[in-house]
């Protein structure tokens, strides 16, 4: 849905003005003619000055929403404070102090390897004051409104809504007592918070209300699988619906009284079954769902057949079976069309099919998927390339990415992923600004015809409406080893697209190198090589005492080939000391006479980035000091020794989203209050009859 | 008769050590792949429903005793806070130890509880980090009386850490 008021808000200078003097003086003949073209001139000027006072009442009604939305009043301090003085310090503007030492990069989420543990290094720092963690804010990614959320769930799209449900702890920053949130948009991007869908109030969820996933039947019925967490800590599956079909915002919903539908089968751990697929229909005429679980070291995705989405009938084996993966965690298993640049319903299968298998993996916390092929009669899936089988190839995404789950969305015929992006702060952090953990913008996902190996995940189209300001800049050069500032204005919410050219002669005169390269082990953006790294500092300031580089290396390799490798660097992103500070990212495939690209979304503390339309992309979370609000720049550089490149940028300014608790008589229908009737109606005829005058 | 009632209690005496040798194992051996298995195995040992534990009830012991030491350790902030109400580093910790207390430890019970190994590491992973950042406060003041109590969090949360890392 378009939110035209920002528009108005931000630029009432567009308007046409009040008040038209009229015509002075007048001869006896026209005096009659005078007097109504008076009267339609101040109708016309009554209906500007109404309209004004229309628009300023709006403009105080969503200016607090935004700033409710954008703003933390309070940190929230959980416990009691010791003394009066803890509680008003976060009030107090901290002065930062230099840390001499960066930090050491690290490995796995949350680990006490990741941060410093070199106790004793430089003067102490205590950053994290009310503004800047107020700034992590985000603008235009889905979040609730405060408090921790995790995986997505059951994501649909119904009678004109989008419906996002997710994991969330309703009493804290942290995870734990899982409940379903929920809300809706009509659009993917404008969302409305709706009461939760699902509690804990079942002795067979009453330990976590935990992932699932819709099935829509033909009949339009909605059926919803999820985990429960029983009483005794079993992990089960539980049957769901909608209280009223009727209610397109799927407000209330029912658990079937005869829960759970499935616990563990014999041989499964009852705490290794866990987050039930999307149902796919068979040519048997039954539906088929997958479960993950492990046997040992192996990861496994149990198969189950159903009629009724009531009683259940195991398959033999599995659908696929991985060893040393460890548990799949919320298992994805959809077709992709090999020709198409549509999505398919899940449902789909045929010759020009692949099969995609994904599962994120407990044991290193990523997300990995697989293309391949599956045979109904059988109930097996093969991956096309075994080397890169589930767990042990490609992975989505190659920052901070998790629980991801695909949905088909019948309204616009794609297929679209949603993942969760937790933070890579420290919990003293979350407590303080009472939240935790993003939702990635929604990706399209389409199989990759030109590689034919792997998938393009994209921004869904709707996030382009947040476009404001384009700014061009054609053809900058940037030679080696040097830095060029990008003016843009504000630079913590920008849809950046970009595309580098380097120096055709030096790529192909570079000597070979034998070179084993990897973002995580190459020290970041600082260390230099022949032919890269190049690319963007994002969220930097003026003096570069913070900055996250997004960037492109490339690597001459035996034979002539030119490698080219994608990453983002943390370790400089900001002067705290208790952030991740790792580099991310992996090596993209670039065909020949393809230039290189990247689009980049940033977002105050998330920056989501996607290489060669996204055949790479990597997530990730910072947490800057000093490149915050209005002192947060953007700039191009090269770190490369021999070549130069040429860059090419689109850049826009993104507005919010306006996130925030649906309400009825608010942007639901936008189309039709009272605001949005004066201005298409009754403006239009005002600025007739006041141009028919000023003639 | 008196030589089966020998007999039988010299079996019995060798059936118990039996059993105790095995739970004692599983302590050694969970211990061994902790960073610092003497601090693992004092933690361990000195609660005694350690030794009918598997390795979840090992993981809630360790836990146990984090928020025990985290406790200790905001105690003696806030005694110090009184006396320098306006040490900024000492407010720091204070906020820190505060989130280990409200956010990590619970978080690591409820994960033990149900087996979601991923959220019980955030916790005790986050409760060493903490405990860090608390000491880094500190750098450059030659001693203070903090750096032990730290020292002791870090080093039972990253113990505690790694026996969750050994889940199933």
């Known amino acids: 849905m378009a939110d035209t008021r920002p528009l108005l808000l931000s630029d009432p200078d567009a308007l046409p003005t009040a008040y038209t003097p009229l015509p002075g003086g007048s001869s006896s003949p026209e005096i009659r003619r005078i007097h109504v073209k008076e009267v339609l001139a101040m109708f016309a000027g009554v209906v500007m000055v109404s309209l004004l006072v229309v628009i300023i009442g709006n403009t105080g009604q969503d200016g607090n929403v935004y700033h409710r939305h954008n703003r933390r009043d309070k940190p929230m301090l959980l416990a009691a404070s010791p003394t009066k003085e803890t509680a008003t310090k976060a009030e107090k503007a901290e002065k930062l102090q230099a840390v001499t030492r960066g930090m050491a990069a690290g490995v796995s989420e949350k680990s006490s390897r990741l941060y410093s543990s070199d106790v004793g290094a430089g003067t102490p720092v205590y950053p994290w004051n009310n503004s800047m963690l107020s700034w992590q804010r985000t603008a235009f990614h889905f979040q609730p409104e405060k408090n921790w959320m995790n995986d997505p769930n059951g994501p649909l799209f119904y009678k004109g809504w989008y419906h996002f449900f997710y994991q969330y702890n309703p009493k804290g920053a942290v995870w734990g007592n899982i409940v379903w949130g929920h809300a809706v948009s009509r659009d993917l991007i404008h969302w409305l918070h709706l009461p939760l869908a699902m509690v804990a109030d079942q002795w067979y969820d009453i330990n976590g209300v935990w992932t699932g996933s819709a099935t829509i039947l033909p009949n339009d019925q909605i059926v919803m699988l999820y985990t429960g967490s029983t009483n005794e800590s079993v992990q089960v599956q539980c049957l769901a619906y909608p209280a009223d079909h009727k209610d397109p915002l799927l407000t209330k919903w029912v658990k079937y009284s005869g829960n759970p539908v499935l616990v563990p089968p014999p041989g499964t751990g009852v705490k290794d079954f866990r987050d039930p697929t999307t149902a796919w229909y068979t040519t048997d005429g039954k539906w088929r769902i997958t479960i993950g679980s492990k046997v040992n070291k192996t990861g496994i995705s149990l198969v189950y057949d159903t009629k009724d989405f009531i009683t259940y009938e195991q398959l033999d084996g599995v659908l696929h079976a991985v060893p040393g993966t460890g548990m799949w965690e919320c298992i994805d298993f959809y077709p992709v069309s090999k020709t198409s640049d549509k999505g398919l319903d899940t449902s789909q299968n045929g010759a020009d099919v692949k099969h995609v298998m994904k599962a994120s993996l407990d044991d290193d916390r990523n997300d990995y998927y697989a293309l391949g092929s599956y045979n109904e009669k059988t109930g097996k899936w093969v991956p096309d390339n075994q080397k890169i089988d589930v767990g042990i190839g490609i992975r989505y995404d190659y920052g901070k990415f998790y629980a991801s789950k695909t949905f088909y969305d019948q309204n616009k015929q794609r297929r679209v992923l949603w993942g969760w992006i937790g933070e890579s702060d420290s919990e003293n952090a979350d407590v303080k600004k009472g939240w935790a953990s993003l939702q990635g913008i929604p990706r399209t996902v389409l199989f990759d015809q030109k590689t034919g190996s792997n998938l393009l995940q994209w921004p869904v189209e709707e996030i382009e409406k947040l476009r404001l300001n384009k700014k061009n800049f054609d053809k900058v050069q940037v030679k080696a080893g040097s830095v060029v500032p990008l003016d843009v204005g504000t630079a913590t919410q920008l849809d950046i697209v970009v595309e580098f050219e380097l120096d055709q002669k030096v790529v192909e005169s570079a000597a070979e190198s034998n070179e084993e390269f990897s973002c995580q082990t190459s020290g970041g953006a600082a260390k230099r090589g022949a032919l890269g790294p190049f690319g963007l500092l994002v969220l930097a300031d003026d003096s570069l005492s913070e900055r996250t580089p997004v960037y492109f290396y490339v690597v001459k390799g035996s034979g002539g080939t030119v490698n080219t490798y994608f990453c983002a660097d943390q370790t400089r992103s900001s002067v705290a000391t208790d952030v991740v500070k790792q580099v991310s990212g992996s090596y993209v495939p670039v065909l020949k006479g393809e230039t290189l690209s990247l689009r980049i979304l940033v977002d105050h503390s998330i920056i989501e980035s996607f290489a060669q339309g996204g055949r790479t992309t990597i997530t990730t979370r910072v947490y800057p000091t000093q490149a915050i609000y209005g002192a947060a720049r953007l700039f191009l550089f090269n770190n490369a020794t021999d070549t130069s490149f040429t860059a090419s940028l689109q850049i826009w300014q993104m507005n919010s989203a306006f996130i925030r608790p649906f309400s009825p008589d608010a942007a639901s229908h936008a189309s039709f209050t009272p605001v949005t009737v004066f201005i298409k109606f009754i403006v239009p005829f005002g600025i007739f009859l006041t141009l028919y005058f000023v003639r | ?168």
Not at chain 2, 11 to 16: E, G, P, S, V, Y
């Open chain 2, 1 to 168: 008769m008196k030589n089966l009632m020998c007999l039988a209690a010299v079996l019995i005496f060798f059936i118990q050590t039996a059993i105790l040798r095995t739970e004692a194992n599983i302590i050694a051996q969970t211990c061994q792949k902790t960073p610092n298995p003497p601090v693992c195995l004092s933690s361990l040992k000195s609660d005694p429903r350690s030794t009918q534990a598997d390795i979840y009830g090992l993981a809630i012991i360790m836990v146990d005793v984090v928020k025990a030491k985290s406790t200790t350790t905001l105690n003696q902030i806030n005694q110090l806070l009184k006396q320098s109400p306006r040490d900024k580093g000492l407010i720091d910790c204070a906020d820190r130890y505060n989130a280990v207390l409200k956010g990590d430890v619970p978080e690591a019970y409820e994960a033990i509880n149900v087996r979601r190994r991923m959220f019980a590491l955030d916790g005790m992973n986050d409760a060493v980090n903490e405990a860090n950042g608390c000491e880094r406060n500190f750098a450059g003041r030659s001693s203070h009386p903090l750096t032990k109590l730290n020292k002791d969090v870090a080093d039972v949360a990253s113990v505690a850490a790694a026996v969750i890392n050994q889940f199933g």
